[in-house]
């Protein structure tokens, strides 16, 4: 069991450029999630896939977030015209079913600084 | 509105003392309720979790959390603290089809 990877742990960008992160989840898990969470905060759900099969999106995720899982397996975040409020750490996690009561494993996050 | 609420920002308990991290949550049926454990540059690590059954529910390191349905209450415990038990904490609960965090308690364990 090699957990939950994300790539990059760290991205450094400027304003208005564009980032993609990638999560690996472990390997028979089908529900994928990303949450963010800023300094502070707890970490606050952004959207999930069960499968290839995105099944919802918070209000927090604007237009300029998309996220992808097109083969079911390892998934994307993508951030358009980045903005400095979009700093904060870019959490990725899966669980083997979707069921309220499985917990789901995080890998260690992509720290997003917008400069 | 949040479903699990951690009214301490942060919890300072001796090392060797009993240490109580407390959480409270939303009623919504039958609650699902997780803790999980967060140490600098590290990711969240899950603790332990309440489905239903015993109201004592025994975790990782030592933890465990007591369920307590007429307080809406689901506090973490630990009978005698390690300096290493210093991280911040994260209760949540399970809602449709995702769990939902609170904001967090900062555990520091002094030696």
């Known amino acids: 069991d090699t957990g939950v990877s994300q790539d990059p742990r760290h991205k450094i960008t400027k304003r208005g450029q564009n980032v993609t992160f990638r999560c690996d989840p472990i390997?028979?898990?089908?529900?994928l999630y990303w949450y963010r969470q800023t300094l502070g905060q707890g970490p606050e759900f952004l959207t999930y896939f069960q499968n290839e099969a995105q099944l919802e999106k918070s209000r927090l995720l604007s237009d300029r977030f998309s996220a992808e899982r097109p083969k079911g397996s390892f998934s994307t975040l993508e951030i358009q015209r980045t903005e400095q409020g979009d700093s904060a750490m870019y959490l990725c996690?899966?669980?083997?079913?979707?069921?309220?009561?499985?917990?789901?494993?995080f890998g260690q996050g992509t720290r997003l600084t917008v400069v | 509105a949040q479903s699990v609420a951690q009214p301490e920002d942060q919890v300072n308990v001796a090392e060797g003392n009993p240490l109580t991290v407390k959480c409270t949550y939303s009623?919504?049926?039958?609650?699902?309720l997780f803790w999980y454990v967060q140490y600098p540059n590290r990711g969240l690590q899950f603790l332990l979790k309440?489905?239903?059954?015993?109201?004592l529910v025994k975790g990782s390191y030592g933890f465990e959390a007591e369920f307590n349905k007429s307080q809406t209450s689901f506090h973490l415990k630990k009978p005698s603290a390690l300096v290493s038990d210093s991280a911040l904490y994260f209760c949540a609960q399970g809602k449709d089809d995702k769990i939902i965090f609170g904001k967090g308690t900062r555990l520091h364990i002094l030696p």
């Open positions: 009623v919504s049926g039958n609650p699902y």
């Open positions: 309440y489905i239903t059954g015993d109201n």
């Open positions: 390997s028979e898990h089908n529900r």
């Open positions: 996690a899966s669980s083997q079913d979707g069921r309220r009561n499985t917990e789901a494993f």
